[in-house]
């Protein structure tokens, strides 16, 4: 890998500290689980996309000129489902993006597939198009469990496009997987998990299956079958059981479980997304895309703010195509929303968070935290590893409820 990227000093992670995600929302069909904004249409409009997606960069940087001085160090274009745009549409997004914005030599730029939009032809484009790490949405190689989640592809062409990738000439691929889905049992997670992993990805994420019915932004058809009962989810004590048998199989084939979800071979963490996980900023474009920037100066307490694009693609477009900010909402945020999201967040990587020194940054007291984590190392879900606070397998399962505590 030519750029392994600046090192966040507060966890050692090798992350982009200024990203780009570009989000493409059409799609062949909806799974019943997405809450993500798509549109399922007959016709994608792909070059008045790519050109809305340049327009609202346009705007985004008259009206923040200070960020034309920035350097990317990661794009990301996830969806929706970005292997239906054509490569010479994406190969305009990205020239754009690298007429307007500076690009690290070698930054990772990362394209989701779906492996029933996967042609040699089209993987060619993309790397032509610059595009050097592609991640495919896998999620099982059981068709039962395909069917349940609503996905179009088969297990055999999940793996067929992972060889289609491997002969465009792509050096770096990862794939998602899903687990703890309704009628799945741990033999066949584990399955899922020693298939992929004996293909010989550098990158696999593996996301257990949950549907947050209180807080979904949009009830999905999935959130939905739950509330009448139709399907069940399995018990979280077999969860944690696929989560183990999984973690071993990809430890068995050198993939090191990284963060929470995912496991790398050593040097092929997702730098994009490690992002996220230390508190980077990221520049968002297209339709229902989330950004954040800090508007702090350096050495003072950091604050920003996050901003939601609409999520209907035509207004969208319309919004981008008139020189307007597409967005729905815009939220400050304080130093202390940003330390909870930073601490919450470097919890979720294996190599943990220097906590004192993030309290410091972000200006909260350190002390009353010190009895909890004093707790947690004694019941075995956390460990001091010098100045940084890591979370055990057995903390890493219960993230959730650690951060709470902390926070």
Same mark, same amino acid.
């Given at each position: 890998?030519?750029?392994?990227?600046?090192?966040?000093?507060?966890?050692?992670?090798?992350?982009?500290?200024?990203?780009?995600?570009?989000?493409?929302?059409?799609?062949?069909?909806?799974?019943?689980?997405?809450?993500?904004?798509?549109?399922?249409?007959?016709?994608?409009?792909?070059?008045?996309?790519?050109?809305?997606?340049?327009?609202?960069?346009?705007?985004? #940087?008259?009206?923040?000129?200070?960020?034309?001085?920035?350097?990317?160090?990661?794009?990301?274009?996830? @969806?929706?489902?970005?292997?239906?745009?054509?490569?010479?549409?994406?190969?305009? $997004? #990205?020239?754009?993006?690298?007429?307007?914005?500076? $690009?690290? %030599? @070698?930054?990772?730029?990362?394209?989701?597939?779906?492996?029933?939009?996967?042609?040699?032809?089209?993987?060619?484009?993309?790397?032509?198009?610059?595009?050097?790490?592609?991640?495919?949405?896998?999620?099982?190689?059981?068709?039962?469990?395909?069917?349940?989640?609503?996905?179009?592809?088969?297990?055999?062409?999940?793996?067929?496009?992972?060889?289609?990738?491997?002969?465009? *000439?792509?050096?770096? !691929?990862?794939?998602?997987?899903?687990? @703890?889905?309704?009628?799945?049992?741990?033999?066949?997670?584990?399955?899922?998990?020693?298939?992929?992993?004996?293909?010989?990805?550098?990158?696999?994420?593996?996301?257990?299956?949950?549907?947050?019915?209180?807080?979904?932004?949009?009830?999905?058809?999935?959130?939905?079958?739950? =509330?009448?009962?139709? !399907?069940?989810?399995?018990?979280?004590?077999?969860?944690?059981?696929?989560?183990?048998?999984?973690?071993?199989?990809?430890?068995?084939?050198?993939?090191?479980?990284?963060?929470?979800?995912?496991?790398?071979?050593?040097?092929?963490?997702?730098?994009?997304?490690?992002?996220?996980?230390?508190?980077?900023?990221?520049?968002?474009?297209? !339709? *229902?895309?989330?950004?954040?920037? #800090?508007?702090?100066? %350096?050495?003072?307490?950091?604050?920003?703010?996050?901003? $939601?694009?609409?999520?209907?693609? =035509?207004?969208?477009?319309?919004?981008?195509?008139?020189?307007?900010?597409?967005?729905?909402?815009?939220?400050?945020?304080?130093?202390?929303?940003?330390?909870?999201?930073?601490?919450?967040?470097?919890?979720?990587?294996?190599?943990?968070?220097?906590?004192?020194? !993030?309290?410091?940054?972000? *200006?909260?007291?350190?002390?009353?935290?010190?009895?909890?984590?004093?707790?947690?190392?004694?019941?075995?879900?956390?460990?001091?590893?010098?100045?940084?606070?890591? #979370?055990?397998?057995?903390?890493? =399962?219960?993230?959730?409820?650690?951060?709470?505590?902390?926070?």
């Amino acid at each position: 890998m030519d750029f392994a990227g600046p090192i966040d000093p507060l966890t050692g992670t090798a992350a982009a500290r200024f990203g780009l995600y570009v989000h493409f929302p059409y799609c062949l069909s909806k799974c019943p689980y997405c809450d993500f904004a798509v549109a399922v249409v007959r016709q994608v409009p792909e070059e008045r996309y790519a050109r809305a997606v340049l327009a609202e960069l346009d705007t985004r #940087l008259a009206a923040e000129p200070s960020l034309r001085g920035r350097t990317l160090e990661s794009i990301f274009l996830g @969806g929706g489902t970005p292997s239906l745009w054509h490569p010479r549409w994406v190969a305009l $997004v #990205l020239e754009g993006v690298a007429a307007r914005l500076k $690009v690290a %030599p @070698g930054a990772e730029i990362s394209l989701e597939g779906n492996p029933s939009v996967a042609d040699a032809e089209r993987f060619a484009g993309y790397r032509a198009a610059g595009v050097n790490r592609v991640s495919l949405g896998v999620q099982s190689f059981e068709d039962s469990l395909l069917k349940a989640l609503g996905r179009e592809h088969t297990g055999p062409e999940a793996v067929a496009a992972y060889e289609t990738a491997r002969r465009a *000439g792509f050096d770096v !691929v990862s794939m998602d997987f899903i687990y @703890g889905v309704h009628g799945q049992t741990r033999a066949q997670a584990e399955s899922d998990a020693r298939r992929a992993a004996a293909l010989g990805p550098e990158h696999l994420s593996t996301y257990a299956l949950t549907v947050d019915r209180e807080s979904l932004a949009v009830a999905t058809p999935l959130s939905r079958q739950l =509330d009448k009962g139709e !399907v069940v989810l399995p018990p979280d004590e077999e969860v944690v059981e696929m989560t183990k048998a999984i973690r071993d199989a990809y430890g068995e084939h050198g993939l090191a479980r990284y963060e929470i979800s995912n496991h790398a071979r050593p040097g092929y963490g997702s730098r994009h997304n490690a992002l996220y996980w230390t508190g980077g900023e990221y520049l968002a474009l297209g !339709v *229902g895309a989330t950004g954040m920037l #800090l508007t702090s100066a %350096p050495g003072e307490r950091p604050s920003g703010y996050r901003y $939601v694009n609409l999520r209907g693609s =035509d207004a969208y477009m319309r919004a981008a195509e008139e020189g307007m900010l597409p967005e729905s909402s815009r939220e400050e945020l304080s130093p202390l929303e940003l330390f909870e999201e930073r601490l919450a967040m470097g919890l979720r990587l294996r190599s943990g968070v220097d906590w004192e020194a !993030v309290c410091t940054r972000y *200006g909260q007291d350190p002390e009353p935290r010190r009895k909890e984590i004093a707790r947690l190392v004694q019941h075995g879900l956390a460990r001091l590893d010098g100045p940084r606070l890591v #979370l055990t397998e057995a903390g890493a =399962d219960v993230h959730s409820a650690i951060s709470a505590r902390l926070l």
